[in-house]
């Protein structure tokens, strides 16, 4: 008994000691790597010179992007005067179909908005181009420089290798995110964009990074030469950003064309592409974010993403079936401030979901496109009225699906590195047939070289 | 003696072709042996089956008494590899390369700064510790490889064609380092196409060809089991003709294991038996008419051995 005790005990410690083992040379894969990487990507001046032409890059296009929005701004108020009764016409946030309404709120409100979603679709395209510009070598580069077979023969783990890889790439694109927060923040000053909003669009873009870093390494693991991985890795981010949508929009085209009855166009739940498609599209979760912040409530983003879900972002039940073709003759709540799925508190002060808000009368059918149709009567001021898009509605999901698009290719990329370096499920070559009583326990699946 | 080297019927095969072919090995530990052949012979394939870059198709190999196949990562502990065409990482000091295989190995800061110093000045670069690798010379560089498969002190060195592409210098100061590694108690495995450099330091020798192991053993053993008396040179007078006609004679006659031709009318004959055959074939190739101005032994080496055995085939074919 005490043997067996004994034997169980030395097994435990051996078991112990193999995991031990494997997680050191685990973690040793990664320090070492990426402390050599490191070492060799920050030497010199050349991780400087990029994140400072990188921070000016952006700070160039938001001082533009204010330039802009507050020339057009001037313009539309000398063309309409003041206060003469109208609302003024619609008028750029980003990109370009928000509305203010004729006071310095507004406008401030629309710069916010468009700064911010500007920094976020350059920070993203950036993203999307070094993250894999940073990780398409990283294995090819060594099978090319040959000093793969230099680290194969180390006892590191693979995994620990490509982590370590992966990991000092993002180091960098992770420091230029950060870095780009300063610059971000200028939308405080303008409002429409709340912290939680850029919190929001940092999360998201380190999402990014990973999940594109990844794919870069992957290809590097699967290619043989750099300069294959390099071009395979950026047609896969082409397709990822523009093929994904053409071919979303193509199915709903197509889905739409065979659902709608008459002329007018129905957006049921059968007749949408599948959202799916384009949850690996970062310019489409960057939209849900900035659609978010739109200063008003009828924005091109909003209407794309609400296409792409197949939420309403009118509160109201009935304007469901009517989006988006009815859309452009809906009623506008009046509401200036941060729009962006806000709920307008009623009296009581409790703030109402979409889904619970009471139907709202639709006017779309009587107004000519184009046309700012009156509230109808019952909106008032003490009818609760949800309005704006509903938050977090599709990011999210693309977030995830970049984070775990990550983990499964740096998993699939520590296989390629090397043949000796696989799992291997070992399967008995021979199993003797076993008389049927006797109840054998299952085959311990032998994983070898786990990590 | 222990072994610690043994590979077991081991075969690598790519689709059709086969590149190692059932190679049985048994290497002694301390001993400095020689894996010869020409370009394409299964060398390079053989130590990278054994470094564990490569998974054997079939067959097995034990190095330190951990298998290949079952236990790579111990076989990793005990051997360092220096591969035949080895890159350099750009942007990376001398100190920091060792530095670096410290840390795969797991190996302690402390550890590492001694290991660091003690290997420098074994492979002579102590005072090349702040330069960038890359700016190193070729026999420098070479050095530091070597340095690097050493950084965990591995009882096994697999050293593939370690001395290509050196000068008569660097070749020279390479053969000093290995010897002082084999007094430090290490088996050294060398693959070379290059038989002069192993000559002096090998123990013994494997000769493999078209993936097939040849011969093996002490270098005296196989000379014995080829039974090769001796290599002789015969200078063959008259046009090129004659020169061919004088070699199908030769290779026509008893106990003669191959003729290589050389420019110049040279002929290299591998010879059975003692310096009676040698007088046998003298005349035979005089009868047959052959017009010779020398014919003398050359000096019996491990490369006029090497050519005799890997060309064999061809001339009984």
């Not at chain 2, 010869?36 to 870059?53: D, E, Q, S």
């Not at chain 2, 490569?54 to 008494?65: N, R, Y």
């Not at chain 2, 053993?217 to 006609?245: C, M, P, Q, T, W």
């Amino acid at each position: 008994m005490t043997a067996l005790a004994a034997g169980l005990a030395q097994r435990g410690g051996r078991i112990g000691g193999r995991v031990g083992h494997a997680l050191g040379r685990f973690w040793s894969g990664i320090s070492a790597v990426s402390i050599k990487e490191l070492r060799g990507r920050m030497r010199g001046r050349r991780a400087f010179v990029v994140l400072t032409i990188y921070l000016l890059l952006l700070g160039l296009f938001a001082f533009a992007i204010y330039v802009y929005l507050k020339q057009q701004a001037a313009t539309t108020l000398i063309n309409n005067g003041f206060g003469n009764g109208f609302p003024p016409p619609d008028f750029g946030g980003f990109p370009g179909t928000g509305q203010t309404l004729g006071n310095g709120t507004a406008l401030s409100a629309g710069i916010g908005h468009g700064i911010f979603g500007g920094l976020l679709i350059l920070e993203t395209l950036l993203v999307l181009v070094l993250a894999p510009a940073f990780t398409t070598g990283a294995i090819s580069l060594e099978r090319e420089k040959q000093t793969l077979d230099l680290l194969v023969t180390t006892p590191l783990s693979t995994l620990g290798i490509v982590i370590g890889k992966l990991f000092s790439a993002l180091v960098y694109v992770f420091l230029l995110i950060i870095a780009s927060i300063p610059l971000a923040s200028l939308v405080f000053v303008f409002g429409a964009v709340g912290p939680d909003d850029l919190v929001r669009a940092y999360l998201f873009l380190f999402a990014l990074a990973f999940g594109m870093g990844a794919l870069g390494l992957f290809v590097s693991a699967l290619v043989r030469r750099t300069q294959t991985a390099t071009v395979l890795t950026f047609v896969l981010v082409l397709v990822l950003s523009i093929g994904t949508a053409a071919a979303h929009q193509f199915w709903q085209v197509a889905a739409r064309s065979t659902s709608s009855s008459s002329g007018l166009l129905l957006t049921s739940r059968s007749g949408r592409a599948p959202e799916a498609l384009l949850w690996l599209n970062p310019f489409v979760a960057d939209l849900d974010m900035v659609c978010a912040t739109a200063p008003d409530t009828y924005h091109l983003s909003c209407e794309y993403v609400s296409g792409v879900t197949g939420r309403p972002y009118f509160g109201s039940p009935t304007n469901t079936q009517t989006f988006p073709g009815v859309l452009k003759g809906a009623p506008v709540p009046s509401v200036p401030f941060r729009g962006g799925g806000g709920v307008i508190v009623n009296d009581s002060g409790a703030g109402v979901a979409p889904e619970t808000a009471p139907p709202v009368p639709v006017a779309g059918v009587d107004c000519a496109p184009n046309v700012r149709c009156a509230m109808p009567p019952e909106t008032g001021a003490n009818q609760a009225l949800s309005f704006g898009f509903p938050r977090d509605t599709f990011w999210p999901k693309s977030a995830t699906a970049f984070l775990v698009l990550g983990v499964v290719l740096t998993l699939l990329a520590s296989q390629l590195v090397s043949p000796t370096r696989r799992l291997r499920i070992s399967r008995p070559k021979f199993r003797r047939p076993q008389p049927p009583k006797t109840i054998e326990p299952d085959e311990p699946v032998a994983v070898e070289n786990a990590s | 003696m222990s072994i610690a080297v043994r590979t077991d019927g081991l075969t690598k095969r790519y689709g059709r072709s086969t590149a190692v072919a059932g190679v049985q090995l048994e290497i002694e530990s301390g001993e400095i042996f020689g894996l010869v052949g020409p370009n394409g012979a299964g060398k390079t394939t053989t130590l990278r089956m054994l470094a564990t870059l490569l998974p054997p198709t079939a067959g097995d190999a034990e190095i330190g008494g951990h298998s290949v196949r079952r236990d790579p990562d111990g076989v990793r502990t005990v051997i360092g590899y220096m591969p035949d065409t080895f890159g350099v990482y750009d942007d990376m000091r001398v100190w920091e390369y060792l530095d670096f295989f410290g840390r795969c190995y797991g190996m302690t800061a402390a550890r590492r700064r001694q290991m660091i110093g003690d290997l420098l000045e074994l492979v002579d670069l102590a005072d090349k510790k702040g330069e960038y690798v890359q700016d190193l010379s070729r026999g420098m560089q070479q050095r530091l490889c070597l340095a690097h498969a050493l950084v965990h002190d591995p009882q096994v060195l697999l050293l593939d064609e370690p001395a290509s592409g050196l000068d008569p210098r660097a070749r020279v100061e390479l053969r000093e380092l290995l010897r002082e590694l084999r007094a430090l108690g290490k088996t050294i495995l060398i693959s070379s196409h290059i038989l002069p450099e192993l000559e002096e330091l090998c123990t013994s020798v494997a000769i493999i060809d078209h993936g097939r192991l040849l011969a093996s053993g002490r270098v005296e053993d196989i000379a014995d089991r080829f039974r090769v008396g001796g290599v002789y040179r015969a200078n063959v007078l008259g046009s090129d003709e004659k020169v061919g006609h004088a070699e199908q004679i030769f290779a026509g006659l008893k106990d003669v294991v191959s003729v290589v031709r050389r420019p110049g009318g040279l002929l290299e004959l591998a010879l059975r038996g003692d310096e009676n055959t040698a007088a046998t074939v003298l005349s035979g190739a005089i009868r047959g008419g052959v017009k010779l101005s020398s014919f003398a032994p050359a000096a019996s080496d491990l490369e006029e051995l090497f050519l005799q055995i890997t060309n064999t085939p061809e001339v009984h074919a």
